[in-house]
């Protein structure tokens, strides 16, 4: 994982954690994998290279802070999508009914991600910050864009 962080650009590191440098990599890394940590981390392989990290943090009742990492080449491949449907999925079996999520204005791919994963989500806008609830409720709009996903995905794994 130290790898994949030590290889991201400073501008993916910036949309991560809101702040310039990888100092912030090794208190993250130290405080996921600290003994007492509750945090779940989803890492996602390709090629034998961790692509995409997903990190799920208790944070109030019924209620998980999710944060993600993608490698700066793996941009715009369906990774965050993915670990954010796991994480929903293994959310829901641990009673985790929300996801709470910062993410900067400007990142517009992540709020995409959130936007079109199908969950339910709310909004609250704050400076340059974008203050996300999702439900991780398995309603018929997330099933029907998972499916949609999914499909479009294995058509395009037939026609590569």
Same mark, same amino acid.
Request: aromatic share 6%; with cysteine; glycine share 8%.
């Given at each position: 994982?130290?790898?994949m /962080?030590d290889? @991201?650009?400073?501008?993916n590191?910036?949309? &991560?954690? /809101?702040?310039?440098g990888h ?7 130290n405080?996921?994998f #600290?003994? =007492?940590?509750k945090? $779940?981390?989803?890492?996602?392989v390709?090629a034998g &290279?961790i692509?995409?990290?997903? =990190?799920?943090e +208790? @944070?109030? +009742?019924? $209620?998980g802070?999710?944060?993600?990492l993608?490698? =700066? ?9 993915l670990?954010?449907? &796991?994480?929903?999925e ?5 009673g985790?009914d929300?996801f709470?999520?910062?993410?900067? !204005?400007?990142?517009? +791919?992540m709020?995409?991600? /959130? #936007?079109d ?11 340059? =910050?974008?203050?996300?609830?999702m439900?991780? #409720? ?13 499909a479009?995905?294995? !058509? ?5």
């Amino acid at each position: 994982m130290a790898a994949m /962080f030590d290889a @991201c650009s400073e501008e993916n590191l910036y949309t &991560r954690f /809101f702040t310039v440098g990888h100092g912030a990599v090794v208190g993250h890394l130290n405080h996921v994998f #600290a003994a =007492d940590s509750k945090a $779940t981390t989803y890492v996602l392989v390709l090629a034998g &290279r961790i692509v995409g990290i997903a =990190d799920v943090e +208790p @944070c109030g +009742p019924a $209620t998980g802070e999710i944060a993600f990492l993608v490698a =700066d080449d793996a941009h715009g491949l369906g990774i965050a999508t993915l670990l954010l449907e &796991r994480a929903a999925e293994d959310a829901r079996a641990s009673g985790l009914d929300w996801f709470v999520a910062d993410v900067l !204005a400007v990142n517009h +791919p992540m709020l995409e991600v /959130f #936007a079109d994963a199908g969950f339910t989500v709310e909004r609250h806008v704050d400076h340059g =910050d974008v203050e996300l609830r999702m439900s991780t #409720a398995l309603s018929s709009e997330v099933a029907a864009a998972m499916e949609l996903r999914h499909a479009l995905a294995l !058509a395009h794994s037939h026609s590569s």
